[in-house]
């Protein structure tokens, strides 16, 4: 392919930039051969000009497509380079939240230097089994394949974990030993993987430390070799370790710490195991303060010390052997606080009483004046003489620091033994799993020894690496047929040669260590004189001659000399390790014996100095030591099969998720990745089966390239597309790729869908663009229309308008003209009348006045006299009425008197209250007429004014005419007095009406006083009542709540009984083990094991039966059936506890359901007593009224009565008399009426009163009150019948005593339910205890010993069941007197018969005969009941098993005949009373079902013997007698109930075996749909083509993988269909086959959103359609199968919100809240991996951004969830077996012959 075709315009490539490494660009012209340079645009916009080198001509590299981006592995990018590879993993480090990316067969980590949720339980679960290219790259994944290589193969494995420090190396490690131990664990090896696990906290303590670049950097190499048995369980571990730094013990850098065991020992000083080591702070101590970094951020010293002591306990170290360890580790602490000091130029001495030295001397139990003295002193040795020399201070002090250092080293190295040993194999090793943690390539500033060995270990490595890819390679290749061409890469065999070949660097360094005068110096010349020329790896710094350069493979490194010799000969005082080895304690002196015996068996005895010079000769020097332990390493690494692990560390800072390029690219090029990526893009990278290339690049192809060979297709349209026939070769299976090719075939797809999408556009454009010109041309026509019809109307309105106008003008003009004219007319003729007029009068007045003139003076003169008259007369009558009226108030005053005096009064008074009610009544009507009478009485006044005005002018003209009215001023005086008497009598009226206005007023307060405090108790009440409806509520969550507790409990239940099963499944193979050996050592002794139920109670039954076997089997029980026995006697304990709780909880449930009812009639008596309060209100208003009413007949009768008054009463028969009469009858009976209906209200209020407060104190002073009648109420009845006219009062008395009784009644009834509460409670308390009890002795039992432990075991289990057979004695003995008392009675009921038989004995016997005759005789029938022989019950049972063989219509169309054959045949061991029977078929048939469950466990035996186990369950119900399910029963079905035996313990027993069998069916439905899900709900398309997956996601990288079935949904929902018809043909009740159809589509939901979860390549848009889909086809299934409302489409609803997801929008916060309040189902760290995983499945689709998934996770953080990050795939849900009565007759069920059941009888 041309490069003008590859660098076009638009392609982007990659620029060298110093800060970033890699930049990309956009080509903006494009390149043709011969330009010097290439015109690119940088991203953010600058245009540059990239030179290109004339004489190689190379261009930049090229930038793979974006459909690429955040490859699972580098290797299947299409073009393979070093920006490339640092781009894919800055994608997904950084944007998509991932640290493990594949490279070929190495697995890259990135420390993301933040805890992830990725390494859980549920995690390990969901890798294990799965392929390594299945899933999302992890270490788990490594893991996996390893582990699966080991079974597959055979062959050992390794793990090689790699890096540099920080980089992750030790957690990468601890995470594959956890995997391993996961998934390999042994049920009979319980605490292997826990010991192996427990060694890396102490390896840690003692080997890792802080530096400037990791807090827990691991100082040395070791290689764990886990070893498994035959059934590849984890049987134990071997470690080996390598190149401890010893030098971190004496020293340590700024910033850095000592090893991390110091810190720890100086942080737990205060304890008191510790005070004898004389500790303080670490900052007191030299060696662990140099660094100036006492602590860790987030670490604290003394848990880790606490975890170290546990680690170094389960690991069987004893504390005598740790508090040594710790001992010796303190010492080395005051070693090196011991100072030296000067003498003299040759010579050193240490301070007396050196308070350090003397305690390192006690720590380490030896003499101080010894050690004191060969700290300063050495010995010298030559052939005749021994000399003891003094040492000048700086060879003491590297003495004192090279001893400190031996001894860190040999404790170190002992508890690595001490470890190996409790970590050696318990069985043979048939195959192990390597895991090497070691150092990376390292090269700091200045490189010493130590470097120089981590670099040579790291030369070795990579040679192995390189081999071990070339080999899988070459495998590749070959299988598929391919000729291999060697392909050329950097070998590293010189550095390697020039480092450990003979005369190379470390020989050299070993000969000058043996020479007398060696120095750093001389061995640097021996190197430049021997390798400088020689070798090409071999370089000499230009400034130094104590240094030397090394050309590695990852760089070229600068090594100074300085302390190469001191360090590689490693040697330590000898007189000082024979003062150490004379220590009066145990480790130290056991430490340096060794080395006295590895010496003396390497050199032989030393005596003589010749032979220590020999011994001294013949030491190993730390170079060899490591050169041979490195050579064994390669061994064992090459007769492994290798895995990878690269681990990176992103930056210095140890930020989170941050990625410094330039230091990822340096690490990149050390470990080998670029390596490796450079090979594989020398071959054929990208590799494509040819399905997969059919698939993806179908677009590609015309339908006449389309043949039936697909093969041959892709071969002919890869021949047209690439015209170069080399950048490609076909094997068997797959077709390989150079380097870009996929790239280009992405890029011709990508251009031929942007051509179609372009056709598409311009299409849907151009039919849209019509749509829409054709819609506004049609608007514009109906616009135009409409405005025309608009305009003509407005001209015709115009019109008319302008016609109208003219017509009124014309008309108003008209109008005007009229209107003047009349105007004018009207006044001229106006005008004319009045002076016509005013003539004609002035003319009659002429004529008429002087003769009229008389007539006019006589009349009016005799006017003015008759109105004088009138008034005269008026005035008189006025002042006869006053007369009257006073007369008329005397005479009312009379007849007051005379009513008073009435003797009839009682006759009169009848109806007087209805006559005040009429009283009131108009005295209220009189208010308002004093209210005008005052109106009236102020006009009066006025009118009296004008009055006396008048009169005054009268008097004036009285006068003036003189004596003539003198007897009139008389009369006008007296008139006023009697005015001014009226007016006193008005005003005292109105003051009197005020007064009573007033006193109205305040009434009418009090009222509303009244009625306002009335109104706040109604507010209370009804807060009280909202109280109680929030009471209610409250109590209806805790009720739920309960119901969900009881749910977990059912669930934990369950659990545990599974648990509890599967031991005793493991005890009985345990058992038949035992048996097979005792039978093959004792070859005339067979016995064969007794039946076991799964409860105590039916070990119990069974144990009277088999008693004797069970003796025998106890006698040969070995310890661990022993220990299996407690283990079963606890589960037992604890799942009778179990069920207490639950019957408890049961309880609390019925009692809340109590409470809420209790409730409700609270709530209707609170409804009742606002009635009540109601009615009282009302008896108030009623006794208020009457009050009044006699208050106005007491003053009705004074008045009466009242004897000053100047008035007469009325006399009899007088109108006022009879008036009065009738008012005062009809106020009586208004009293009385009132009277009535008073008494009828409280009787009333008594009553509802009494039943209000049943349940208060008011009930027994009730009862108190009628129990007892005093003579006070006696006296009082005398008043009652006072008061009770009518008895009225007394029949309420009837009614309240009726209402007491009641109440007493409810009082007993209450004691009785408080009584049987109290008792129960009492018994609780009573099983509580006991339970405490067991909790208190399990808690003990596991501080002792397995034989103490046993045999506490058994004796607990005697004791509680001699506690059981006491009460069962005492309830005997109870039974036994209460039969003894029913015999009394029933003796003499008999004497009574007897009695009465002799008193009619011929009517006895004429009925005895009438009886005889009448009775008919019925026919034979069956009773439902099969009679068996005793022996007979395996042979049915086993027959019965046979019975799912049969088709239908041959069992007679009855689901559960075995189970209604059983229960007949338990109805027969009933009938004749059989307990043996009983229980032996009970027990056969327990142990059948659990036999053929676990001989063969397929589904349909599960299913089988799961519908039969619940239906004879539902048997063993429905007969059982008891009420409950009775009432679903037939009167047939009651008549065969059982009669002898209580089966109640037995119904547990089989309930708890169908939830056994519920769960092993739900794990066989799993292992059936789990190789179906992910192929059917996420891997299979049903169209290939345009939205097709990424090619380069669907590579396996298992190297053995089997060739797999096409598995479609169609496949899944067949499966679900075979399951479903299963349960139905076996009867299962359909609430069971609900519940099993919800698990199983939760098992659906939960694998298939995992597999979501942990494959990026998944989660695309197109798989969210898919999944959708999916879905969609199981809810149809669900309605097909009229399944829906069983809840399993509830456990799909977090894949269906998963799928919403993938498809929805996701850019801007709108969508986010959207998101947010959509996915409800799914936790936060599920929504967020989704988004980080989103992968884009065709070019132009954008990926999400990291700005949008840190707004998601911001409005995620408040919720409250559980942090694990995938679905449960175990979680089961409880299992409830609803009773489901069966309408089958027992006496109508036929055997069919086929069953050869004919031994069986019906009776």
Not at 973 to 1002: S, W, Y
Request: aromatic letters at 8%; one cysteine or more.
């Amino acid at each position: 392919m041309a490069a003008a075709e590859l660098y076009s315009k638009h392609a982007r490539v990659w620029l060298p930039d110093p800060a970033e490494v890699w930049r990309s660009a956009e080509i903006v012209k494009g390149y043709t051969p011969g330009d010097k340079a290439l015109s690119v645009q940088l991203e953010d916009g600058t245009e540059v000009e990239h030179h290109i080198d004339h004489l190689t001509n190379s261009l930049p590299p090229l930038r793979n497509p974006n459909i690429l981006l955040g490859e699972n592995d580098l290797t299947t990018l299409s073009y393979l380079h070093e920006p490339a590879v640092l781009h894919n993993l800055k994608v997904r480090f950084i944007d998509s939240k991932l640290i493990y990316t594949y490279c070929g067969i190495v697995l890259v980590a990135i420390n993301p230097y933040e805890s992830l949720p990725i390494y859980e339980a549920d995690i390990i679960g969901a890798y294990s089994g799965q392929n390594m290219g299945d899933m999302d790259p992890h270490i788990f994944a490594v893991a996996e394949e390893a582990y699966k290589q080991m079974y597959r193969d055979g062959r050992n494995q390794s793990i090689i974990v790699s890096g540099e420090s920080g980089a992750g190396k030790t957690i990468s490690a601890k995470f594959v030993m956890r995997y391993l131990a996961s998934v390999s664990s042994s049920p009979t090896e319980a605490n292997v993987e826990e010991r192996v696990l427990a060694s890396s906290p102490i390896m840690e303590a003692i080997g890792n430390a802080k530096t400037i670049r990791n807090d827990n950097s691991s100082r040395f190499g070791k290689y764990i070799e886990i070893g498994f048995d035959k059934k590849h369980q984890m049987i134990g571990a071997n470690m080996r370790t390598y190149l401890l730094e010893k030098s971190r013990v004496v020293f340590q850098a700024h910033g850095e710490r000592n090893y991390h065991i110091f810190y720890q020992l100086c942080a737990s000083s205060h304890l008191p195991e510790f005070k004898a080591f004389k500790l303080g702070c670490a900052g007191d101590f030299h060696c662990t303060n140099q660094g100036q970094s006492l602590d860790i951020d987030g670490v604290d010293d003394a848990k880790e010390m606490r975890d170290t002591q546990r680690a170094l306990s389960l690991l069987g170290f004893l504390e005598s052997d740790q508090m040594a360890i710790f001992q010796i580790l303190a010492a080395i602490l005051h070693l090196r606080n011991v100072e030296l000091k000067d003498q003299s130029a040759d010579r050193s001495s240490i301070v007396p009483d050196n308070c350090h030295l003397m305690v390192f001397c006690e720590l380490m139990g030896v003499p101080y004046q010894d050690m004191a003295h060969w700290l300063c002193h050495k010995k010298l040795k030559t052939t005749s003489e021994t000399y003891v020399k003094s040492v000048p201070k700086t060879d003491a002090v590297n003495g004192r620091d090279a001893l400190a250092k031996h001894i860190y080293a040999k404790i170190f190295n002992w508890i690595v033994d001490h470890i190996n040993k409790m970590l050696k194999l318990t069985a043979r090793r048939h195959s192990f799993i390597g895991v090497l943690d070691i150092y990376g390539f390292e090269t700091f500033d200045v490189n010493s020894f130590e470097q120089f060995c981590i670099n040579y270990a790291n030369e070795k490595l990579q040679q192995q690496f390189n081999m071990h890819v070339f080999k899988l390679e070459q495998e590749e290749y070959l299988k598929e047929e391919i000729p291999w061409t060697m392909i050329d890469f950097c070998d590293n065999e010189p550095c390697i040669l020039l480092i450990e070949a003979k005369m190379g660097i470390l020989d050299l360094l070993d000969e000058e260590s043996k020479m007398p005068k060696g120095s750093d110096d001389t061995w640097a010349q021996k190197l430049y004189a021997s390798l400088l020329k020689q070798n090409a790896r071999f370089d000499k710094p230009r400034f130094s001659n104590r240094a030397f350069i090394i050309h590695h493979f990852a760089d070229k490194v600068e090594y100074q000399c300085d302390g190469f010799l001191e360090k590689n000969k490693d040697t330590v005082n000898e007189e000082q390790i024979k003062v150490l080895k004379m220590s009066k304690f145990d480790l130290p002196a056991e430490l340096f014996q060794e080395n006295e015996k590895a010496t003396t068996s390497a050199g032989g005895h030393p005596k003589t100095a010749r032979l220590g010079q020999t011994l001294r000769d013949n030491k190993k020097t730390v170079g060899l030591q490591f050169r041979q332990s490195l050579h064994l390493l390669m061994q064992t690494l090459n007769a492994t099969t290798p895995h990878y692990v690269r681990c990176i560390k992103p930056n210095d800072q140890r930020a989170p998720f941050i990625l410094d390029p330039l230091k990822t690219v340096q690490q990149l090029r050390s470990c080998g990745i670029l390596e490796t990526i450079r090979i594989s893009a020398a071959g054929f990278p990208s590799r494509l089966t040819y399905q997969e290339l059919f698939g993806r690049y179908r677009v590609l192809m015309t339908q006449k390239d389309i043949l039936a060979d697909k093969k041959q297709t892709c071969k002919n349209v890869l021949a047209k597309l690439v015209k170069d026939q080399k950048k490609y070769l076909f094997g068997k299976n797959k077709i390989f790729f150079r380097a870009g090719q996929v790239a280009y075939l992405e890029k011709l797809r990508f251009e031929k869908l942007q051509m179609a999408c372009i056709m598409i556009q311009k299409t849907i454009l151009c039919w849209v663009t019509r749509k829409k010109y054709l819609e506004m041309r049609e608007s514009t026509i109906t616009i135009q229309k409409y405005v025309r019809a608009y305009q003509a109307r407005c001209y015709v309105q115009i019109l008319r308008c302008t016609k109208a106008a003219v017509v009124i003008q014309r008309n108003l003009r008209m109008w005007v003209a009229r209107r003047c004219f009349q105007q004018q007319r009207s006044a001229a003729i106006t005008i004319q009348s009045f002076f016509r007029a005013y003539k004609a009068r002035q003319r009659c007045r002429k004529l008429m006045y002087e003769p009229k003139a008389v007539v006019i003076q006589k009349w009016v003169r005799g006017f003015l006299v008759r109105r004088h008259y009138r008034r005269s007369l008026a005035a008189i009558i006025l002042l006869q009425s006053y007369v009257r009226r006073m007369r008329a108030k005397k005479e009312l005053k009379k007849l007051k008197v005379e009513a008073r005096s009435v003797e009839h009064y009682k006759r009169l008074s009848v109806g007087m209250e209805n006559k005040i009610m009429q009283l009131q009544r108009k005295i209220n009507e009189q208010h308002e007429e004093n209210r005008a009478l005052s109106g009236k009485l102020s006009a009066i006044e006025r009118s009296q004014v004008v009055a006396q005005e008048i009169l005054r002018r009268a008097e004036e003209e009285a006068k003036a005419k003189a004596q003539r009215v003198s007897s009139l001023l008389e009369q006008l005086t007296f008139l006023q007095q009697e005015l001014e008497t009226t007016r006193r009598e008005k005003e005292e009226q109105a003051r009197a009406h005020v007064e009573h206005i007033e006193q109205v007023i305040a009434e009418l307060n009090a009222k509303n006083s009244l009625l306002s405090k009335e109104t706040d108790d109604l507010k209370k009440l009804i807060q009280e009542q909202e109280q109680q409806i929030m009471e209610s509520r409250t109590y209806e969550a805790t009720a739920k709540e309960l119901e969900r507790d009881l749910n977990e409990e059912r669930s934990r239940y369950q659990s545990l009984l599974g648990k509890y099963l599967q031991l005793e499944e493991h005890h009985e193979d345990l058992k038949e083990k035992m048996s097979h050996s005792m039978n093959e050592n004792k070859p005339g002794h067979k016995r064969t094991d007794s039946n076991f139920s799964n409860s105590s109670e039916c070990t119990q039954s069974s144990g009277y039966v088999e008693g004797e076997d069970c003796s025998v089997q106890r006698e040969d029980m070995t310890q661990s059936a022993v220990d299996i026995l407690a283990v079963l006697l606890k589960l037992q304990k604890r799942v009778k506890a179990l069920e207490q709780e639950k019957q408890s909880l049961q309880q609390q449930l019925d009692k809340r359901e109590e409470n809420r009812q209790e409730k409700e009639v609270e709530e209707q008596r609170t409804a009742s007593r606002a009635e009540l309060d109601l009615e009282a209100l009302k008896r108030q208003e009623l006794e208020s009224d009457n009050k009044r009413l006699k208050q106005d007949l007491n003053e009705l009768r004074k008045s009466l009565t009242n004897e000053s008054s100047t008035i007469a009463p009325p006399r009899p028969g007088s109108l006022p008399y009879d008036v009065l009469l009738e008012q005062l009858n009809s106020s009586s009976e208004e009293l009385d009426m009132r009277k009535e209906e008073v008494l009828l209200l409280r009787s009333h209020m008594v009553r509802q009163d009494a039943l209000k407060h049943k349940d208060t104190t008011l009930s027994e002073r009730w009862n108190s009150n009628l129990g007892e009648i005093t003579s006070e109420d006696i006296d009082r009845s005398a008043d009652f019948h006072t008061l009770n006219e009518d008895g009225e009062l007394w029949l309420a008395y009837e009614g309240l005593k009726e209402s007491n009784r009641v109440l007493e009644w409810q009082l007993q009834e209450q004691r009785r339910i408080h009584r049987e509460e109290c008792e129960r409670l009492c018994e609780q308390v009573r099983k509580v205890k006991e339970e405490n009890e067991l909790q208190q002795f399990l808690a003990n039992s596991d501080l002792l010993s397995l034989d103490t432990r046993v045999e506490e075991c058994l004796r607990h289990e005697i004791t509680r069941l001699t506690n059981e057979n006491l009460d069962l004695v005492e309830q005997q003995a109870k039974q036994d007197r209460t039969i003894c008392k029913l015999k009394k009675q029933l003796n003499i009921l008999t004497k009574r018969v007897e009695e009465t038989e002799a008193s009619a004995p011929q009517q006895i016997v004429v009925l005895r005969r009438k009886s005889s005759v009448a009775v008919p005789r019925k026919e034979k029938g069956f009773q439902g009941i099969l009679e068996y022989k005793h022996g007979d019950e395996k042979r049915l049972l086993k027959n019965l098993t046979e019975l799912r063989k049969l088709r239908s219509e041959e069992v007679g169309q009855i689901k559960g005949l075995p189970a209604y054959i059983l229960f007949m045949c338990l109805r027969y061991a009933d009938h004749i009373d059989d307990q043996q029977r009983v229980i032996s078929l009970l027990n056969s048939t327990i142990t059948c079902i659990k036999g053929a469950i676990k001989r063969r466990g397929d589904f349909e035996m599960m299913s089988f013997w799961l519908a039969n186990t619940c239906r004879f369950l539902h048997c063993m119900r429905q007969y059982s007698g008891e009420g409950d399910f009775m009432n679903y029963n037939t009167p047939r079905q009651n008549e065969q109930c059982l009669s002898n035996f209580d089966m109640t313990e037995y119904q547990q027993v089989f309930s708890d075996l169908a939830i056994h069998v519920y769960q092993q069916l739900i794990k066989c439905s799993e292992d059936i749909l789990n190789p179906l899900i992910v192929a059917g709900m996420l891997e299979h398309e049903t169209v290939d083509g345009v939205l097709g997956s990424k090619p380069t996601d669907l590579k396996k990288r298992s190297s053995h993988l089997s060739e797999e079935q096409d598995i479609t949904m169609e496949t899944l929902l067949l499966q679900l269909d075979v399951l479903h018809t299963t349960l139905t043909q076996h009867g299962m009740d359909l609430e069971l086959i609900k519940q099993v159809v919800r698990q199983q589509f939760y098992i659906i939901c939960a694998i298939t959103l995992n597999h979501l979860l942990l494959r990026k390549g998944m989660c695309s848009w197109n798989k969210g359609l898919q999944i959708k889909y999916r879905v969609y086809q199981l809810e149809e299934w669900l309605e097909e199968k009229e399944l829906a409302e069983c809840g399993a489409k509830e456990t799909l609803e977090p894949l269906i919100q998963a799928a919403q997801l993938l498809k929805i929008r996701k850019k801007t916060e709108a969508d986010a809240q959207a998101i947010c309040t959509m996915c409800r189902a799914l936790t936060s760290a599920q929504i967020v991996k989704i988004l980080n995983s989103y992968t884009p499945g065709i070019e132009s689709e954008e990926r999400v951004s990291s700005t949008f998934i840190r707004t998601i996770e911001t409005l995620l953080k408040d919720r409250i969830e559980s942090p694990m990050l995938l679905m449960d795939v175990n979680n089961t849900f409880p299992i409830t077996l609803t009773f489901t009565p069966s309408p089958v007759a027992l006496e109508t069920i036929q055997i069919p012959a086929s069953l050869n059941l004919g031994f069986l009888t019906h009776i």
